[in-house]
């Protein structure tokens, strides 16, 4: 950003007729508003030199922004999680064929949860900015698919446990929904238990 530093020209200017000069005494003398407007427009260019900085220390984000971003991390590792088993199940046979088929359902529906909490979660771009979000890595997957579907059925409680955990300090909208995904989550357990049920 380009700073604006005041100079002054100090060389003679040659006198002009009276007439000349009373002729142009409206753009020569500017009102007062413009006076103003270019005192604080000024100051903002000033502040920008300055940098962030000059706007005072970042705020914290309050309780529902952190209940909120914390439910958020939560299903984009459980996304990301499930999206790394696909590929492996499908060499599997017959029987991983019908694992993939319950982990693709699964899937579907965090996919969607997380845009449910990712649509509540709005930041001023200084604040967004300031807070970078780490991609998640899940975890290593176990051999066989019955193992993979119990290493996520184990994930599913888990995160379902937590999510009830946090309902409390949430506020009444967020909660209701982070209650709703919860319960979703326990409901996924019974399904990666039965996955013949998804054929």
């Known amino acids: 950003m380009a700073c604006w530093v005041p100079h002054t020209d100090r060389r003679a200017v040659p006198a002009r007729p009276a007439r000349e000069l009373g002729a142009r005494q409206v753009v020569a003398e500017p009102t007062r508003r413009l006076v103003l407007a270019a005192a604080a427009a000024g100051s903002l260019t000033l502040a920008g030199c300055a940098g962030i900085r000059a706007l005072g ?5 309050g309780a529902d922004v952190v209940a909120l971003e914390r439910a958020i991390a939560a299903e984009e590792l459980m996304v990301a999680r499930y ?11 017959v029987a991983g064929k ?19 909490l990712r649509s509540r979660l709005v ?4 604040l967004a900015t300031s807070r970078p979000r780490q991609s998640p890595t899940p975890a290593h997957l176990p051999p066989g698919w019955r193992a993979v579907l119990a290493a996520l059925a184990g994930a599913e409680t888990a995160a379902s446990d937590r999510l009830i955990g946090w309902v409390p300090a949430a506020p009444p909208a967020l909660a209701q929904l982070m209650a ?13 238990g039965h996955p013949k049920a998804a054929r």
Do not use: N, Y
Not at 83 to 93: C, D, E, H, R, Y
């Open 57 to 61: 220390p970042v705020p914290k984000p």
């Open 83 to 93: 999206a790394s088993v696909l590929s492996p199940l499908t060499g599997f046979g």
């Open 98 to 116: 019908r694992a993939v088929a319950v982990v693709s359902v699964i899937h579907a529906e965090h996919e969607a949860h997380l845009a449910q």
């Open 123 to 126: 930041l001023p771009a200084r």
């Open 180 to 192: 709703s995904i919860a319960a979703s989550e326990a409901a996924h357990v019974v399904l990666l």
